[in-house]
């Protein structure tokens, strides 16, 4: 009973991430079929204003043109299961700072001084990712297992302390038949 409710949740997850991206290119081009030269639009749970933009039309195709590849970004940073999928933490917080900016500073300067945060997020994410590739490489390339050499080590100091005993044993067992 319990699968069936984790394969409806998949299921339903699964679909809601492939009708976003269905809907992607739609939700991409449909500032194309707002009004021109309207100061503001309003939706139902938000209102779009100009801006430091020429109209509302404007502004709403600039967020359009930084949300949906984030949206699009977070979906395959958040389904990935490579090994470098935190590289896709750079063009994700590019498009996070560029969006920000725009929306909360109110600013007519569009992508300029965004770059400063997205080098500080890369200075903290290619190391990450570089020192992951270096211990994969080492493991499937060189065939250096880390943990099977440490496996491996402690075997043979189990062996090294059992011998040693089984020698402990054999002297009393020589002092012992000496005796008797």
Do not use: C
């Not at 569009?110 to 903290?124: K, L, R």
């Not at 943990?147 to 012992?176: C, N, P, S, V, W």
Request: proline letters at 3%; hydrophobic letters at 50%.
């Amino acid at each position: 009973m319990r699968s069936k409710k984790k394969v409806r949740k998949r299921f339903i997850i699964e679909g809601l991430i492939t009708l976003l991206i269905a809907l992607s290119p739609v939700m991409f081009y449909s500032y194309k079929y707002m009004p021109n030269d309207t100061e503001s639009l309003d939706f139902i749970l938000f209102t779009v204003k100009a801006n430091e933009f020429a109209d509302a039309r404007t502004a709403m195709w600039f967020y359009l043109i930084k949300l949906i590849p984030l949206m699009l970004l977070i979906i395959w940073f958040v389904t990935n299961k490579q090994w470098w999928y935190h590289a896709i933490l750079i063009p994700i917080s590019m498009f996070s700072f560029q969006l920000y900016s725009q929306i909360f500073e109110r600013t007519a300067e569009v992508d300029e001084n965004e770059v400063f945060y997205v080098i500080a997020v890369t200075m903290v994410v290619v190391p990450i990712v570089y020192f992951i590739r270096l211990k994969l490489v080492d493991k499937h390339v060189h065939g250096i297992d880390l943990d099977a050499m440490d496996t491996e080590l402690q075997i043979l100091k189990e062996k090294e302390e059992l011998r040693k005993e089984r020698e402990k044993l054999e002297e009393r067992q020589k002092t012992l038949s000496k005796k008797v």
